[in-house]
């Protein structure tokens, strides 16, 4: 069964930095694209990045770039999301997602950035 | 980039009715071997999305055969062909064509 768990959401203030993580299992981890979602409350879903299998691709939104760092380590099957600068409007779920077509996904973790 | 645009943005629904949900794209969706990666999800209160239908008309796993997928070019369509209360919820459709990947705004689907 595929599993994605996300952790390391909490409150951060504005310009703080935030480390997610995303543990997968049930699949071959370094043989998947990995994406993160997010959703801020009470709105809809934003892609916020993308990695390929071996990491040689990747790609951010335009709201995220050069703030946020995603990376991964096939070994430990693992994926994260390191959240730079953080701005009140980061404030979401952010989910982890399997493949950019998208068949599975985290149950989120939740981020507030909030003075 | 791609921009999704869904209607209606609300769509109230009697049980056991037909409901149809629109999606269309900014720009014409085409795949060289095959069906677009034109996708669709289901998102109940509470919980996480949930894939129903990708590339266009490709049902998941589990997903009950009422719900189906239709589309081309830069238009797609939902439908859902007599609603049950467990299909409340909002539903996204998704391009997964190129970078960005983007949603569409979403249609809350509500049972009368």
């Known amino acids: 069964e595929v599993q994605l768990v996300e952790s390391g959401g909490g409150l951060v203030k504005p310009g703080g930095s935030l480390r997610l993580s995303c543990a997968a299992s049930?699949?071959?981890?370094?043989?998947?694209?990995m994406n993160w979602v997010r959703q801020a409350p009470g709105k809809g879903l934003e892609w916020v990045s993308s990695?390929?299998?071996?990491?040689?691709?990747?790609y951010y939104a335009d709201s995220v770039k050069g703030r946020f760092t995603i990376s991964r380590d096939n070994a430990k099957s693992s994926l994260y999301l390191q959240m730079n600068s953080l701005r009140a409007e980061d404030t979401a779920v952010y989910y982890c997602?399997?493949?950019?077509?998208?068949?599975?996904w985290g149950q989120g973790t939740l981020v507030a950035v909030s003075s | 980039d791609v921009e999704m645009t869904q209607s209606p943005l609300s769509l109230p629904v009697t049980l056991g009715q037909p409901a149809s949900i629109s999606c269309r794209s900014s720009?014409?969706?085409?795949?060289?071997?095959?069906?677009?990666?034109l996708n669709w999800f289901q998102q109940r209160p509470g919980q996480s999305p949930r894939r129903l239908i990708y590339?266009?008309?490709n049902r998941d796993s589990g997903v009950p055969d009422r719900f189906s997928g239709s589309g081309s070019g830069t238009d797609f369509t939902l439908k859902i062909s007599r609603v049950e209360a467990e299909d409340a919820g909002v539903y996204y459709c998704?391009?997964?064509?190129?970078?960005?990947?983007?949603f569409g705004g979403g249609t809350k689907v509500e049972i009368k």
């Open positions: 997602v399997r493949d950019h077509n998208s068949a599975y």
């Open positions: 049930g699949f071959t981890f370094r043989d998947r694209n």
């Open positions: 990695i390929s299998s071996s990491a040689t691709d990747i």
């Open positions: 720009q014409s969706l085409v795949q060289s071997d095959g069906n677009p990666y």
């Open positions: 590339k266009v008309s």
């Open positions: 998704m391009q997964a064509q190129q970078w960005p990947l983007t």
